[in-house]
């Protein structure tokens, strides 16, 4: 166990190097949730006078989707540094040492963890400065920030799997395209679901990306709704160590191929 510890830790800190040496690259990735942030909450300002909408501050809506959008987004690019990691032969090279093979995923994803992190603090900066108010408790900020950590890790582990399946760049924008936008519009990032029409409110249901947003949401509000908070906190979790798992089933499939 303290040899995966210290390997995970290690792979971590490799990933960890290049983006604390250039700490442009946390805010160049995070540009299209900055983008919608400031365009939406603009755009949609008077969709609060709709009756029925929860609160009166569409900025304070959704600051919580856009934070797990931008988990969302990074996460699926996830596998393209994998892809690029065994076209250039470092997967091969890490495997003829004595590092344990889970780490070379668990060092990735911990390193996307410590990056969600750091984005979604930005993202409630940026939103408090342009007008969004929080009434809830303080731990609304932790499960927000929690919440959409745990989607971006299981996006990224699912991106990682797919990226040591198909091994093929193009592949992986194929699947970015397909998946980000459904699950986001399917959400409840932009809008309450209690106004969408019922076929979305079903699939939501069904929709990690809405599980998320729920838990982050309910944790914000003054009227925490705490029931809503563990389900939906609990669905993410589960999501994610599902992913996990499923991606170094994937890294054992890769080790046998070669």
């Given at each position: 166990?303290?040899?995966?510890?210290?390997?995970?830790?290690?792979?971590?800190?490799?990933?960890?190097?290049?983006?604390?040496?250039?700490?442009?690259?946390?805010?160049?990735?995070?540009?299209?949730?900055?983008?919608?942030?400031?365009?939406?909450?603009?755009?949609?300002?008077?969709?609060?006078?709709?009756p029925?909408?929860?609160?009166n501050?569409?900025?304070?809506?959704?600051?919580?989707?856009?934070?797990?959008?931008?988990?969302?987004?990074?996460?699926?690019f996830?596998?393209?540094?994998?892809?690029?990691?065994?076209?250039?032969?470092?997967?091969?090279r890490?495997l003829?040492?004595?590092?344990?093979?889970?780490?070379?995923?668990?060092?990735?994803?911990?390193?996307?963890?410590?990056?969600?992190?750091?984005?979604?603090?930005?993202l409630?900066?940026?939103?408090?400065?342009?007008?969004?108010?929080?009434?809830?408790?303080?731990?609304?900020?932790f499960?927000?920030?929690?919440?959409?950590?745990?989607?971006?890790?299981?996006?990224?582990?699912?991106?990682?799997?797919?990226a040591?399946?198909?091994?093929?760049?193009?592949?992986?924008?194929?699947?970015?395209?397909?998946?980000?936008?459904?699950?986001?519009?399917?959400?409840?990032?932009?809008?309450?679901?209690?106004?969408?029409?019922?076929?979305?409110?079903?699939?939501?249901?069904?929709?990690?990306?809405?599980?998320?947003?729920?838990?982050?949401?309910?944790?914000?509000?003054?009227?925490?709704d705490?029931?809503?908070?563990?389900?939906?906190?609990?669905?993410?979790?589960?999501?994610?160590?599902?992913?996990?798992?499923?991606?170094?089933?994937?890294?054992?499939?890769?080790?046998?191929?070669m």
């Amino acid at each position: 166990m303290m040899d995966i510890i210290r390997h995970t830790w290690y792979m971590a800190w490799r990933h960890m190097k290049p983006m604390f040496r250039r700490p442009i690259v946390i805010v160049m990735s995070m540009i299209q949730p900055i983008v919608w942030l400031l365009l939406f909450s603009s755009l949609f300002k008077k969709i609060v006078d709709i009756p029925g909408f929860e609160t009166n501050s569409y900025i304070t809506f959704l600051l919580p989707g856009v934070i797990v959008m931008n988990a969302l987004f990074v996460g699926v690019f996830t596998g393209m540094e994998t892809v690029m990691d065994l076209n250039n032969g470092v997967i091969d090279r890490f495997l003829i040492t004595p590092v344990k093979r889970v780490t070379l995923i668990l060092g990735k994803l911990i390193q996307q963890a410590v990056l969600f992190v750091i984005q979604s603090l930005i993202l409630i900066v940026l939103s408090l400065v342009i007008g969004a108010s929080f009434s809830g408790p303080a731990s609304g900020i932790f499960i927000v920030i929690t919440s959409a950590v745990m989607l971006g890790v299981a996006v990224g582990a699912l991106s990682i799997g797919f990226a040591l399946i198909t091994r093929k760049l193009e592949s992986m924008v194929s699947l970015m395209q397909f998946f980000t936008l459904p699950l986001m519009f399917l959400s409840s990032a932009l809008m309450p679901q209690d106004l969408a029409p019922t076929w979305i409110r079903i699939i939501g249901h069904f929709n990690p990306v809405n599980w998320a947003v729920l838990a982050g949401r309910n944790a914000f509000g003054a009227n925490t709704d705490w029931g809503v908070v563990f389900l939906n906190g609990i669905l993410v979790l589960v999501f994610a160590i599902v992913c996990v798992l499923l991606s170094t089933r994937a890294f054992r499939a890769y080790q046998r191929s070669m």
